[in-house]
């Protein structure tokens, strides 16, 4: 037996093992996975419940400075938008529209906030917002329940 051949066998167990994860369990682990990353930002910005902090209004105006729009029309936006949608993709309500209106946000934070994070952060980000736009939600999720009672 060649050397190659009997290396291939000693990884087709483990291999074998790791197919065998469900593909609904490994959508759900995406999903959370970017809620939680914008969900923890969320909270850095507000006091209490969604009271939007003076260190926040701060920020908007002296650090991000985001290009056509108001520095505290943006901190009310970023705050909501960073609460409402990881909330939509746990449930997985609205999952491709809720993780589109997340990659806008990377999107808008890698060109014009912090565009050296590309490699270390938003690649990751990119890369999980793509997969639950490319893939849905899987079927735990309410947009599963939802399209099982539309009959699609």
Not at 48 to 53: A, R
Request: aromatic residues 10%.
């Amino acid at each position: 037996m060649s050397e190659q051949s009997s290396t291939t066998k000693a990884f087709a167990g483990p291999i074998a093992l790791l197919d065998r994860i469900p593909s609904d369990l490994v959508q759900l682990a995406l999903r959370g996975g970017l809620a939680g990353i914008f969900w923890s930002s969320a909270r850095t910005k507000v006091d209490g419940l969604l009271t939007i902090s003076d260190n926040t209004y701060y920020l908007f105006e002296e650090e991000y400075r985001l290009p056509f729009i108001a520095p505290d029309i943006a901190a009310h936006l970023a705050t909501y938008t960073e609460h409402l949608l990881p909330v939509l993709l746990v449930l997985g309500l609205g999952s491709r529209l809720a993780t589109l209106g997340l990659f806008i946000m990377t999107l808008t934070i890698q060109l014009f906030v912090y565009p050296d994070a590309f490699l270390s952060t938003h690649f990751g980000w990119f890369a999980l917002a793509l997969a639950i736009m490319g893939r849905g939600p899987g079927r735990i999720s309410i947009d599963h329940l939802i399209r099982g009672k539309l009959g699609h």
